[in-house]
């Protein structure tokens, strides 16, 4: 059984503070990778989405992926009390089929 | 462009009873995803269209649940009988070429 598997939370930082979000999973020929954010109450929304082995920036966000430990991570800087939110993590499996974590709630302390 | 529509946003119903979620994905995307979102928990796939044909309905509890999309472009997802587990957030999604998928505010379903 294919899994995602991420650590439930909260992980709780400071403002200003530097957010480290992990992610494993199971397939070795997983392709390609996703990040999600989810506030309460409502629908996740995709903020990144990585391919290749190494960093992918974007804005205060970045993506690592590290396909031969199968991890993949999502790095928040300058974090925001308004980063509070459910990150879910995603892998795409034979091109078409998506499983998500369970999702890490994120808390930033104002 | 307008993101994927939904409807209705909230539905509460009695156990036994039968309900119909409806979903238009975005404009020109071929593929489309019903999710049942249970509280705590991550998106769980129910079934995926591409265009209007089903292409993985293996988590689909068919005695139960059934979904078309007619003309491949809108959905609709039905339970018939619900279930007290049945309650959940169902989220409908579709995707682009570079496989970013893009979701539905969703339906939360209560069954009391």
């Known amino acids: 059984q294919k899994e995602v598997e991420q650590n439930s939370g909260p992980l709780s930082v400071p403002e200003g503070a530097i957010a480290s979000l992990n992610c494993t999973y199971s397939?070795?020929?997983?392709?390609?990778f996703f990040w999600y954010r989810q506030y309460s109450g409502k629908s996740p929304e995709l903020i990144m989405f990585?391919?290749?082995?190494g960093d992918k920036e974007d804005g205060r966000f970045t993506a690592q992926l590290n396909k031969a430990s199968q991890y993949v991570s999502l790095l928040i800087r300058d974090s925001q009390p308004s980063d509070s939110a459910t990150y879910l993590c995603a892998v795409l499996y034979e091109s078409y089929k998506y499983i998500f974590g369970t999702g890490t709630r994120l808390k930033v302390l104002a | 462009e307008a993101g994927v529509a939904q409807s209705p946003r909230y539905k509460i119903i009695e156990k036994r009873q039968s309900v119909a979620f409806w979903c238009n994905p975005i404009?020109?995307?071929?593929?489309l995803y019903w999710y049942q979102q249970i509280l705590g928990q991550g998106p769980k796939l129910l079934i995926q269209?591409?265009?209007?044909?089903?292409?993985?309905d293996s988590q689909l509890p068919k005695d139960r649940f059934s979904a078309e999309r007619l003309k491949g472009v809108d959905s609709t997802l039905k339970i018939q009988p619900a279930k007290l587990e049945d309650s959940a957030v169902y989220l409908c999604a579709s995707r682009t070429d570079r496989d970013e998928q893009y979701f539905g505010p969703g339906t939360r379903l209560t069954v009391t």
């Open positions: 990585i391919y290749s082995n």
């Open positions: 404009s020109g995307h071929a593929t």
């Open positions: 269209f591409q265009n209007n044909g089903v292409v993985d």
């Open positions: 397939d070795r020929g997983s392709q390609s």
